[in-house]
């Protein structure tokens, strides 16, 4: 059995899988900002998991990541800075524990169930952007600390990071609604645009051969896809073509799933 636990700005879900990757059982709680307090509930809800003997397990944290020494940098709602966050939890869970930004997991997740393809970026959004290349199913390290929501383009006759106008947070101040309550078909191709002139950069860069979006706006992709894909179309070029766009299969999940994912491919059946 492996440890999954996704680290949000607003909530925590915890998750036993099994050596397939099928969750057996899970629990959420709201996401302490005080680290301690954290900690402490965290402790309860593994204890209550059935299983006590687990081979590994995965941490997503929606904050920069310091992977020699298993540290949680800083970045992100929770204010959280230089927090041992690897050793603290494996003292909780009794077992190794592998650890990660959560956008690159949910990423590595998706990535997993499109093995077809060798280059994947997902873009979550939902308050924020946050974005993981995934090439041959594994963590990009030459972009795994990049931080596509915070690009500056140029919007509205200035410079402004991308997640500031393009993200679930800019839609609910510049609408009043959040992406679930839209209908107008004016305001999606507004929020279309948005979405495609950070998406074109990323694509120009990486160069992925699919793009997977998740988070709150991404699961609504089916009101917006269209008028995305025109969007992106007009920016296309010989050297910058536009790989498909999929909705992530697992969103609510695909943290959880990707602890499962790096926690197996890191210490396996043998840990």
């Given at each position: 059995?492996?440890?999954?636990?996704?680290?949000?700005?607003?909530k925590t879900i915890v998750a036993?899988?099994?050596?397939?990757?099928?969750?057996?059982?899970?629990?959420?709680?709201?996401?302490?900002?005080a680290y301690d307090a954290f900690l402490g509930i965290l402790a309860e809800f593994v204890d209550k998991l059935t299983t006590k003997n687990f081979i590994a397990g995965g941490?997503?944290?929606p904050t920069k990541i310091d992977r020699v020494h298993g540290v949680a940098i800083a970045g992100g709602r929770l204010k959280w800075r230089n927090i041992p966050i690897q050793d603290d939890v494996q003292k909780i869970a009794h077992c190794p524990i592998a650890i990660d930004n959560d956008a690159n997991l949910a990423g590595l997740s998706?990535?997993?169930?499109?093995?077809?393809?060798?280059?994947?970026?997902?873009?979550t959004i939902s308050t924020g952007i946050g974005t993981g290349f995934i090439v041959d199913q594994r963590i990009d390290p030459s972009m795994a600390d990049s931080e596509g929501g915070e690009m500056l383009l140029e919007h509205g006759g200035k410079l402004q990071q991308w997640q500031d106008f393009a993200s679930g947070q800019a839609i609910v101040?510049?609408?009043?609604?959040?992406?679930?309550?839209?209908?107008?078909?004016?305001?999606?191709?507004?929020?279309?645009?948005?979405?495609?002139?950070?998406?074109?950069?990323?694509?120009?860069?990486?160069?992925?051969?699919?793009?997977?979006?998740?988070?709150?706006?991404?699961?609504?992709?089916d009101k917006f896809k269209e008028y995305l894909q025109q969007s992106l179309t007009?920016?296309?070029?010989?050297?910058?073509?536009?790989?498909?766009?999929?909705?992530?299969?697992?969103?609510?999940?695909?943290?959880?799933?990707?602890?499962?994912d790096l926690a197996k491919s890191v210490y396996g059946k043998s840990a």
């Amino acid at each position: 059995m492996y440890l999954g636990i996704d680290i949000g700005g607003t909530k925590t879900i915890v998750a036993s899988l099994d050596d397939n990757g099928v969750i057996t059982e899970k629990y959420r709680f709201p996401t302490p900002q005080a680290y301690d307090a954290f900690l402490g509930i965290l402790a309860e809800f593994v204890d209550k998991l059935t299983t006590k003997n687990f081979i590994a397990g995965g941490i997503g944290v929606p904050t920069k990541i310091d992977r020699v020494h298993g540290v949680a940098i800083a970045g992100g709602r929770l204010k959280w800075r230089n927090i041992p966050i690897q050793d603290d939890v494996q003292k909780i869970a009794h077992c190794p524990i592998a650890i990660d930004n959560d956008a690159n997991l949910a990423g590595l997740s998706e990535a997993m169930l499109l093995k077809q393809y060798q280059k994947v970026l997902y873009v979550t959004i939902s308050t924020g952007i946050g974005t993981g290349f995934i090439v041959d199913q594994r963590i990009d390290p030459s972009m795994a600390d990049s931080e596509g929501g915070e690009m500056l383009l140029e919007h509205g006759g200035k410079l402004q990071q991308w997640q500031d106008f393009a993200s679930g947070q800019a839609i609910v101040r510049r609408f009043g609604k959040r992406a679930s309550e839209i209908t107008d078909k004016k305001t999606w191709q507004i929020i279309a645009h948005d979405i495609a002139l950070g998406l074109i950069d990323l694509i120009a860069l990486m160069q992925p051969e699919i793009i997977v979006l998740g988070g709150g706006v991404g699961a609504h992709y089916d009101k917006f896809k269209e008028y995305l894909q025109q969007s992106l179309t007009d920016y296309e070029n010989p050297l910058v073509t536009i790989p498909p766009i999929q909705e992530a299969a697992r969103p609510e999940l695909a943290v959880v799933y990707g602890c499962y994912d790096l926690a197996k491919s890191v210490y396996g059946k043998s840990a």
